[in-house]
């Protein structure tokens, strides 16, 4: 193919992809401008079943108790996306090199204030906005920046601790509801009085392993970018 | 309303970005800022209900939505270093000197 021919292909694919974009934006925007004055969304649903679920907060009802089963196979998801991970990467993880002064410090001054913020969005989580997902989000993120810093992930802990607290979110999701079901309930539907104890004790245990899994997956893709730096070493590694 | 509105076009801005990406990258990323649309038109949504209590139920899901956001994006640049990795690796026939 020539190149003015080609140059007529890209012009030509770049303004059927703009009409095609345009025509779905004005079908949904058209979807949403017809929308019914008057929602029905589940807001008072929520509302009504509030005081049975162990949580004040209205999304942390929904997302353990509610559509507990949800949550269950969301951390299920990304504990495959982790296994899928695991068997693609490659290379080898090692420390920064010189991550300089300034963030040395101000990973050593953060990552404390990190932990304690996470704590409480943990606890909060039952009553205000906060939760076990953005808990273990900053989790991961304290973890990511003192990788940045210089510090690796421990040696020791990298057999079986790092595999237990993985799995440490689905496992107490799946024993959580055999043992509901086991209890004459269906399955993740929490007797009344104990509620609140084992939404705290599943978003502890989600946090856990969210923030693990968040982490470890930043470190695969470190890991990729410091094979490529040098391909000699990487290329025979499985 | 206007939240959503914005929301779409993100979305649809994104969605012409991952039609005509030819590296893998910017086709993950174009993914992900359609996804940010996505849940900006859920949570605009949310705000919909009357009262002051916006609608839990989609918050709850753009929460679940962003987190499996994260672990595909993750996922997706694996998978593309794996890609180049293999791709770029020397082989037989690239070796200077070794062909016929």
Known sequence: ?238 | MLYSLAGIALFCIALRAVILATAPLRAILAVNVMSSGVFLVLVALARRTPGLVADPVPHAMVITGIVVAVSATAMAIVLTQRLRANVSAPTVEDTPGAGP
């Open chain 1, 1 to 238: 193919m020539t190149n003015p021919e080609r140059d007529t292909l890209a012009r030509l694919a770049r303004f059927g992809s703009t009409l095609a974009v345009a025509l779905v934006f004005a079908g949904l925007a058209f979807a949403m401008l017809s929308l019914p004055a008057e929602p029905t969304g589940l807001a008072a649903a929520v509302r009504a079943e509030l005081p049975g679920t162990g949580a004040a907060n209205p999304v942390t009802a929904v997302l353990l108790n509610f559509r507990g089963y949800d949550t269950l196979l969301e951390i299920a998801v990304l504990l495959l996306a982790l296994l899928a991970i695991w068997t693609m990467r490659r290379g080898q993880l090692r420390p920064q090199r010189d991550p300089g002064d300034v963030l040395e410090s101000l990973a050593s001054i953060q990552a404390p204030v990190m932990l304690v913020v996470a704590g409480y969005l943990l606890w909060a989580g039952g009553s205000a906005p906060g939760g076990a997902f953005q808990a273990g989000g900053i989790l991961a993120a304290a973890g990511v920046m003192l990788v940045l810093a210089g510090s690796g992930w421990p040696q020791r802990l990298s057999g079986w601790p790092l595999r237990v607290a993985l799995v440490l979110g689905l496992s107490a999701f799946i024993c959580v509801g055999v043992a509901v079901v086991l209890g004459g309930q269906e399955f993740l539907a929490y007797p009344a009085s104990g509620a609140a104890t084992i939404i705290l004790v599943l978003e502890i245990c989600a946090t856990v392993s969210i923030a693990v899994i968040l982490l470890d997956m930043f470190l695969s893709v470190l890991r990729g970018r410091a094979s490529r730096t040098d391909t000699t070493a990487s290329i025979d590694q499985p």
